[in-house]
């Protein structure tokens, strides 16, 4: 039984510990490949998979235990200048949809046995209490950030060090791999514009539709997002960290600290779409380290995340078009990352099958 309780903010930064994986078995597991009942490289992407997994555990027999998903939920201020469809509301009511078992990513955890936990990272309603509900809650939502930083630094600070607690204590009930959704009317406005920052991209290639906004909408939330990004003078727009709390949501944040802990203690990380990546973004440029051990499962239908990939030289697994959010990417994704596994642990070798190799 998985025990949670909030700690108090910090007054310093929350430092984390990220070493490279280890390649000390990469060696013998690409020959443990290259021996399997196939031609060489055949199975493409399970093969890089196998490695990269095989590689972060430190193991020739590498297991996926207790996969979990963490949707984290947060209401935004900036969806006050109109850069969302829908009202912020529809924020904390997609989170009751979730503890009622009815969203995409309930349907797609239940289908491939993923334990899936919401946590209130900051959202403005009242949320009543629940066993899948995780109570996290920083602050009612954020500010508008086309006038002010989106959080205060003890805000953020709060937000990163229980996203690193939620992770220890999945890890300390037996996950080793997890993957991060989120829920926030407004995120993709705040995504944008962190990437707009750290990438140097222009505006337009940042700014999609989110939710369902149509060309008009584009037009005006792409003239907030820059105005925004204009406004903040003394920002230092190459700070990845002080560009999440101007910018981002409280649920970007707490991702954040999840995702460094989870590299901190090596775990395998799932990465979903344009807001989670936005999120990996920020770390990669935090702690470059992290980047052995993320896994990007999906090509987003939202316009940036292409984009996104290509400067984080990022290769996705599948593209399906998707643009849900809530980790969907993730839970559809598992069970080809399942089968990296499986097939490193299970399948013959020409010896064992006594199958005769390929003549040189």
């Given at each position: 039984m998985h025990s949670f309780e909030a700690n108090p903010a910090l007054k310093t930064n929350t430092e984390f510990k990220i070493t490279p994986v280890s390649k000390a078995l990469a060696a013998e597991l690409q020959n443990e490949m290259d021996q399997k009942t196939k031609p060489l490289g055949a199975l493409g992407k399970l093969e890089s998979l196998a490695l990269q997994i095989g590689c972060?555990?430190?193991?020739?027999?590498?297991?996926?235990?207790?996969?979990?998903?963490?949707?984290?939920?947060?209401?935004?201020?900036?969806?006050?200048?109109?850069?969302?469809?829908?009202?912020?509301?529809?924020?904390?009511?997609?989170?009751?949809?979730?503890?009622?078992?009815?969203?995409?990513?309930?349907?797609?955890?239940?289908?491939?046995?993923?334990?899936?936990?919401?946590?209130n990272a900051g959202v403005k309603t009242v949320l009543p209490e629940h066993p899948d509900l995780i109570n996290f809650k920083v602050a009612a939502g954020t500010e508008n950030f086309k006038y002010r930083a989106a959080m205060t630094e003890m805000e953020f600070e709060s937000a990163v060090h229980r996203g690193a607690d939620l992770v220890s204590v999945m890890e300390a009930g037996g996950t080793n791999i997890i993957g991060f959704g989120e829920m926030g009317i407004g995120n993709t406005s705040s995504a944008a514009a962190i990437m707009a920052c750290l990438t140097s991209l222009p505006f337009a290639e940042c700014v999609g539709r989110g939710?369902?906004?149509?060309?008009?909408?584009?037009?005006?939330?792409?003239?907030?997002?820059?105005?925004?990004?204009?406004?903040?003078?003394t920002l230092d727009k190459t700070d990845p960290r002080a560009v999440l709390r101007y910018f981002g949501g409280l649920e970007m944040a707490m991702m954040a600290g999840a995702l460094l802990k989870a590299a901190e203690r090596k775990l395998v990380v799932m990465v979903d779409g344009f807001i989670a990546s936005a999120v990996a973004l920020v770390c990669l440029q935090w702690y470059p380290n992290c980047r052995d051990y993320l896994v990007f499962t999906h090509l987003s239908g939202e316009r940036g995340h292409q984009k996104m990939l290509e400067h984080i030289d990022a290769q996705p697994l599948v593209n399906l078009g998707m643009r849900l959010g809530e980790g969907s990417g993730v839970a559809v994704v598992?069970?080809?990352?399942?089968?990296?596994?499986?097939?490193?642990?299970?399948?013959?070798?020409?010896?064992?099958?006594?199958?005769?190799?390929?003549?040189?």
């Open positions: 972060i555990q430190n193991s020739l027999t590498p297991s996926l235990e207790k996969p979990t998903i963490l949707v984290f939920a947060g209401d935004h201020g900036i969806t006050e200048e109109g850069v969302s469809p829908y009202p912020s509301e529809v924020t904390g009511q997609m989170v009751l949809n979730f503890l009622a078992g009815g969203a995409a990513i309930n349907v797609f955890c239940r289908q491939h046995g993923i334990a899936l936990k919401v946590v939710t369902g906004l149509d060309n008009a909408g584009i037009t005006h939330k792409t003239r907030v997002i820059e105005e925004a990004v204009g406004n903040c003078v598992y069970p080809i990352i399942a089968s990296a596994v499986t097939f490193l642990n299970e399948m013959a070798t020409f010896a064992s099958a006594s199958v005769s190799e390929r003549s040189e």
